[in-house]
């Protein structure tokens, strides 16, 4: 394993540094005394997750092996010395080992978060989902671990008929393999939480938007209409409604579940109260960028209009739980869009 300096260069990971270092951030006046590991820390949500965690005083060890994460997503925060990037792989045992030393909680985040078939074949899905979580939940059975918060997803409901879906919505029918691998994940975090006695926080967030994301629809359309601003192909017959949500209410509803769990094993939806179709979302786009007769190609979609195998048409989540705890969301599905289109053309923008 290696572990990132300040500078950006990379050292092989020394566990005497390590060392030295835990005892510097012990150091620190105010602030917890908890060490949280974040895999997938350099992504889109582990990265702006990382950066809330030490912002309220936790000190964030992050184990992310860069594939789709990237290392000036923690711009912000990589000479913080509460935060230790350690690029390494969670389906190794060995790198988990290193960064779950005097950790307390693992946020769970490091996936292939892809839900599209050819985004995410089976193979994909098991070894880089199901396989890593467990070895990761295998790693924490003789570690100081006394939480698991993992990253579930809103796809585990599948085509659910009662809108919005509640926690305990079921029978659990995902339609898609991405999906189906988040549920076996969910099953095997509840399972070592009751077996070896930790805490267990599954979140299953749906389609959270905003800076730094790697993946998903308004990513898709800007991209393509920096290509063709006259044509946007959208998949699908443009009807699929979902909810959006903004990334800073996404945190704030992660950390509130964390630090609110009581019960082994919570399960929290994380998403927006309201939702958008994908052809009013692709009209924001086109606003934004400050298009004008942009003609739309429907193509490429699947049975009953869907964008792709797997995609789910009507989606929105019950988030009562979420809002007894305090969360309130700041933008609805369609400003999250409008703020997080700004976003990221400002970043694919080349300064
Ligand atoms: P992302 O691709 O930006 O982040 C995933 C991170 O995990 C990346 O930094 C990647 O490099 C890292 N990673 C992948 N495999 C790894 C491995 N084996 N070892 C170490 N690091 C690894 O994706 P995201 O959108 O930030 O998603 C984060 C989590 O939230 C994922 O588990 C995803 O399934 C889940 N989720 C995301 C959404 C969403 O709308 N973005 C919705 C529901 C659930």
Redesign the pocket.
């Known amino acids: 394993m290696v572990e990132v300096r300040k500078d950006g260069s990379q050292i092989l990971y020394n566990t005497t540094r390590h060392a030295a270092f835990h005892a510097l951030k012990k150091e620190r006046i105010g602030g917890f005394d908890i060490d949280i590991l974040v895999?997938?820390?350099?992504?889109?949500?582990?990265?702006?997750l990382a950066e809330a965690l030490i912002k309220k005083g936790y000190s964030v060890n992050i184990?992310?092996?860069?594939?789709?994460?990237?290392k000036r997503?923690l711009s912000g925060v990589l000479d913080n010395q509460y935060l230790n990037l350690l690029v390494?792989?969670?389906?190794?045992s060995t790198?988990i080992k290193e960064a779950l030393k005097k950790v307390h909680a693992v946020f769970?985040?490091?996936?292939?978060?892809?839900v599209r078939l050819e985004l995410a074949d089976p193979k994909k899905c098991y070894?880089?989902?199901i396989e890593?979580t467990y070895i990761l939940l295998q790693r924490t059975r003789k570690s100081n671990v006394e939480s698991i918060v993992?990253?579930?997803?809103?796809?585990i409901y599948g085509d659910a008929v009662t809108i919005p879906t509640p926690e305990d919505y079921g029978p659990l029918k995902p339609i898609s393999v991405?999906g189906a691998s988040?549920l076996a994940c969910e099953a095997l975090v509840s399972s070592y939480c009751y077996s070896f006695k930790k805490k267990g926080i599954i979140?299953?967030?749906?389609?959270?938007?905003g800076p730094?994301?790697?993946?998903?629809v308004i990513l898709d359309f800007i991209r393509k209409l920096k290509t063709n601003p006259s044509e946007l192909e959208i998949l699908g017959d443009g009807t699929q409604t979902k909810s959006y949500?903004y990334i800073d209410d996404?945190i704030d509803a992660i950390i509130k579940a964390y630090e609110s769990a009581e019960e082994p094993v919570t399960i929290c939806n994380?998403g927006s109260e309201d939702q958008t179709n994908v052809t009013e979302l692709a009209n924001i786009v086109i606003e934004e960028m400050g298009l004008k007769d942009v003609k739309f190609k429907f193509s490429g979609g699947v049975e009953g209009g869907r964008g792709w195998i797997g995609d789910v048409k009507n989606m929105l989540l019950d988030v009562s739980k979420l809002k007894s705890l305090g969360w309130k969301q700041k933008l609805n599905s369609k400003e999250a869009v409008r703020q997080a289109t700004t976003d990221l053309i400002r970043e694919l923008t080349p300064h």
């Open positions: 895999t997938g820390g350099a992504g889109f949500i582990g990265s702006h184990l992310d092996n860069l594939s789709s994460g990237h997503n390494g792989d969670c389906r190794s790198d769970h985040f490091a996936a292939n978060p892809e070894k880089q989902n890593a993992f990253a579930s997803s809103s796809t991405y988040k979140v299953r967030p749906a389609n959270i938007v730094r994301a790697t993946h998903g949500l996404c994380i």
